[in-house]
């Protein structure tokens, strides 16, 4: 190792950082499945390998990369483990552009190749980022959902609850998305305020007001309040269908609202969710008018094959022919609309799968788990209370796991494969066994594939050890941290999955982690140009200051804005630490330190209780997950503390050759080492690079958490006020325009405990100090006389100068207390208000002085 007289001068953070992510390795942050430690298992998110590490992703990784390693500082046996969320139509819309093609255009396997081609070049990219940005992965349990070792455990998971009932296939109505032409969840319905048209038309001799008209050739029935007197002589009647001329009955249903519109409304299937209960309760007909690409069907007679914007325009302008349409009035609507392509969504009956829903069960074990911050749980509760559909798992894409069933072409009958068979792709082979029912061998397999979610809800079985039966080895999972934009997908499904596969709740706390939002305030976005990417701070500043501003940025769980600010203060505050670092070397280096000093002095007793309070505070921090309070802290104590102050005192005391220097190094070394570890779960990259300075072919990845106290309550509070001490007479020199290092006479402190300062004070303000335990004896005198000339120079003219002369003349007691007239050359004058001002001194043992007090000390500066 190089002496640390020749320590670069500057902190170079990009080769400092290339360097040790060179030097670590993996194995150190590999999981240790026969540990005798406590383990602590982490569902980490898997991200959409998309390319880009985002900033919210770098936000999240920190967090989960500050408790990781400050947890196995711990002690514990950790799990950190890296997964890659696949499958999905980001991707497959991704391989259609590149390759300007539709996935009709090319074989099922080919477009899945073409997907998973494309999925793997984007892992590697981001893989890039989370080793630079120093996050301990445990790259052992890296799982990716697409591969089959991954979705044979979703199939698994699918046979299982297929198995227990959880899992059914049905004709229900569910949210579809024509462009996309896929099923979509509740949880994937985005919403969008947009105006559209409100249209009044005669319907056989009822107004009806609708903004679809285009689903007239669905509409199952008219429905009207029952205490509606309007349509009294409606009730147990039919009606004809304008345009259609089908008959539809008149159903009686106190959630309609008499005085929207004509107050009676038409039920179709399905215009919204609204219709669907409609239909439910009513026991309506169905009629599907809409397809599943958005076209009118057969049923639409004359409209067949328009699609829904042709069809509603047709529609309008043959009731206006009709003359039917009575008056269109604007109206404004929430829309639910895909979240993928914004397009709006359509409620469609179709066959598909779905999971049951149990609120109950979901939310018992959603109250078992420890919420950070524990609000977020009410967001999970709410959720979960307004659950009204099952879960459709399956869609209509390629790319995602295929929903391993087959149907017997004779007789209907469904076959499932073996556990040992998995993962299948039903549509590329057949079944081992002729079917069960009638001994046909002819099969169709499943074309539909599962919701990605169905995937990355098993991420916390997967990790944890999961082959299908019973409880996983490591599971629960000692946390989930996610962000909470995903509590309503990502944390539910995973919770009703574990319940459903385990009967228990998947972790024992969950983070939630708040958005980053752009410089501006606002959500980042392309077309507000306020995105800020990752790599562009490392770049500028190193991941240790982008890790910091992860850490500072904002409470956890609130949104935090990005600022460039927070990211120069970090590395500056890693410059001064640097600075420190350097400093403490090179004293250490003279001739090391010993642990037995007995640490006398007031300065070194401070710091090492200021020290011991710190390490609490930043322990109960992390333990809360309290980033912000953790680091604020760990910055205090290293700038204010340590640098600022302490090293000021105890300068002069290392400069020294004697006894007394001693106890300064073993301070300065307690504290120096334990910054290291304070600051090794937030700055990997800086911690290890003071602590291999200091403990040479040493890491401070592996040694314990800093298990520092030291109780000493008057060492906090005489220190504290020596500290105020040396700076009120800083202050004072600075004030009279004496450079800081200007020697000072004789200053006295009179304090009411005994302080041993090893002549700290005395080096650190170049002055001759006494420290004195009796009570200051001072007089208070009266040594000058301030002159209001603004006065005296109009009052006195000429006479000014002897006016000034007779003032000077008067004693002590008649300067405190002035007369009202004063001899002037012979004559009685009186003295003007404000004419003079007498300044006092204070006097001690004969000479004079200046006093500062702090608190109950007072201090004399002999003048
Ligand atoms: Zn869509
Ligand atoms: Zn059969």
């Known amino acids: 190792m190089a002496s640390s007289q020749d320590l670069p001068k500057n902190y170079d953070f990009a080769e400092v950082e290339e360097r040790w992510r060179s030097t670590w390795r993996d194995e150190d942050h590999y999981f240790d499945k026969n540990s005798k430690k406590p383990q602590f298992v982490i569902d980490t998110p898997p991200p959409y390998p998309t390319g880009n590490f985002h900033i919210g992703n770098a936000l999240n990784w920190c967090y989960i990369d500050f408790f990781a390693r400050y947890k196995r500082m711990k002690g514990f046996n950790v799990m950190f483990p890296q997964g890659w969320d696949c499958h999905g139509l ?17 074989s099922r396997e080919e477009f899945r190749r073409m997907c998973r081609e494309l999925t793997e070049k984007n892992i590697g990219l981001m893989r890039i980022t989370l080793r630079k940005m120093a996050f301990s992965t445990d790259w052992s349990n890296e799982y990716v959902t697409m591969q089959p070792k991954y979705y044979g455990k979703t199939q698994l ?25 896929t099923a979509i969840a509740f949880a994937e319905v985005a919403y969008e305020d947009r105006e559209t048209q409100l249209n009044y038309f005669d319907f056989d001799g009822v107004e009806i007001a609708t903004t679809r008209p285009e689903l007239l050739a669905a509409c199952v029935a008219i429905a009207v309040h029952p205490e ?5 002589e409606l009730k147990g009647r039919t009606m004809k269908v304008p345009l259609f001329s089908h008959d539809v009955p008149v159903v009686l249903d106190e959630a309609v609202d008499p005085a929207f519109g004509s107050g009676a409304v038409m039920i179709c299937t399905f215009g919204d969710k609204q219709d669907v209960h409609w239909w439910k309760q009513h026991n309506l007909a169905l009629r599907k008018a809409i397809d599943r690409q958005g076209l009118m069907t057969e049923i639409a007679g004359k409209y067949k094959g328009l699609n829904t914007t042709e069809c509603r325009a047709a529609i309008l302008a043959d009731m206006k022919a009709q003359d039917i349409l009575k008056r269109q009035e604007k109206l404004a609507q929430r829309v639910g609309t895909c979240w993928r392509c914004k397009t709006p969504i359509e409620i469609l009956s179709e066959r598909q799968w779905f999971v049951k829903i149990k609120p109950k069960e979901i939310a018992d074990a959603a109250h078992q788990i420890k919420w950070f911050p524990e609000h977020m749980l009410l967001r999970m509760e709410n959720w979960v209370e307004q659950m009204e559909w099952d879960w459709c798992i399956s869609r209509q894409r390629i790319f995602a796991t295929p929903i391993p069933v087959w149907f ?11 556990d040992k068979d998995l993962p299948v792709d039903p549509t590329q082979v057949a079944p081992k066994h002729p079917c069960k029912k009638c001994g046909s061998t002819e099969f169709a397999g499943e074309v539909d594939v599962l919701d990605t979610w169905m995937d990355s809800s098993i991420s916390v079985l997967n990790v944890t050890g999961w082959d299908g039966s019973g409880t996983p080895p490591f599971f629960p999972a000692q946390i989930r941290p996610q962000g909470h934009d995903i509590i309503r997908t990502w944390a539910f499904y995973t919770i009703l999955r574990s319940v459903a596969l385990t009967g228990q709740k998947p972790w024992n706390e969950i983070l939630v982690n708040g958005m980053v939002l752009g410089e501006d305030g606002f959500k980042m976005s392309k077309s507000r140009g306020n995105i800020i990417v990752p790599e562009e701070i490392l770049a500028k500043y190193g991941a240790d200051a982008l890790r910091q501003w ?6 956890t769980g609130s949104d935090i804005m990005f600022n460039w600010n927070d990211v120069v203060a970090a590395s500056r505050f890693q410059t001064k630490m640097w600075n420190i670092t350097k400093f403490a070397l090179i004293q250490l280096e003279k001739e090391g330190f010993d642990p037995e000093t007995q640490i006398t002095a007031l300065a070194d007793r401070w710091l090492l209780a200021r020290l011991s309070n710190t390490v609490e505070q930043v322990s109960n921090a992390l333990e809360a997950y309290q980033f912000d309070i953790a680091l604020k802290a ?16 105890v300068k002069g005391r290392l400069y020294k050759d ?39 072919g040493k890491s401070v990845h592996k040694q314990p958490w800093v298990a520092f106290t030291y109780d000493d309550d008057a060492a906090r509070m005489e220190g504290n006020l020596l500290v105020q001490v040396v700076a009120e007479v800083r202050k004072y020199k600075h004030d009279a325009g004496l450079a800081l290092n200007a020697p000072l006479g004789k200053v006295t402190i009179y304090s009411p405990h005994t302080v041993n300062d090893e002549g700290d004070t005395g080096r650190t303000l170049n002055a001759d100090v006494h420290w004195r335990t009796d009570a200051a004896k001072l007089d208070r005198v009266i040594t000058d006389i301030d ?5 005296i120079g109009p009052t006195f003219r000429k006479q000014a100068q002897a006016f000034m002369a007779a003032i000077k003349a008067l004693t002590p007691e008649q300067l405190a207390n002035p007369p009202e007239t004063i001899m002037l050359e012979g004559t009685e004058t009186a003295i003007p208000e404000n004419a003079f001002t007498p300044k006092y001194s204070y006097m001690e043992e004969g000479a004079q002085v200046d006093v500062i007090t702090v608190g109950d000390v007072i201090l004399t500066i002999a003048k």
């Open 157 to 181: 998971s699918f046979l299982r609850m297929l198995a227990s009932g959880y899992i059914y296939q049905s004709e229900h109505p569910v949210n579809y998305c024509t462009r996309c032409e």
């Open 658 to 696: 004697d006894a007394s220097r001693k106890g300064a190094c073993l301070a300065l070394h307690t504290a120096f080492d334990a910054l290291c570890r304070l600051l090794a779960p937030f700055t990997p990259y800086f911690a290890e690079e003071c602590y291999s300075h200091l403990s040479p």
């Open 634 to 649: 760990i910055r205090e104590f290293a700038w204010d503390v340590l640098a600022d102050n302490y090293i000021e005192l």
């Open 408 to 418: 017997c072409k004779k007789c209907g009958e469904m076959a499932v494969p073996e």
């Open 787 to 791: 002159f209001n000339r603004s006065v």
């Open 228 to 232: 509606d007197d309007r349509y009294r």
């Open 90 to 106: 980001p991707t497959e819309v991704k391989v259609e552009e590149i390759n300007h093609i539709t996935k009709n255009d090319v």
């Open 550 to 555: 992860g850490a500072m940025g904002a409470a």
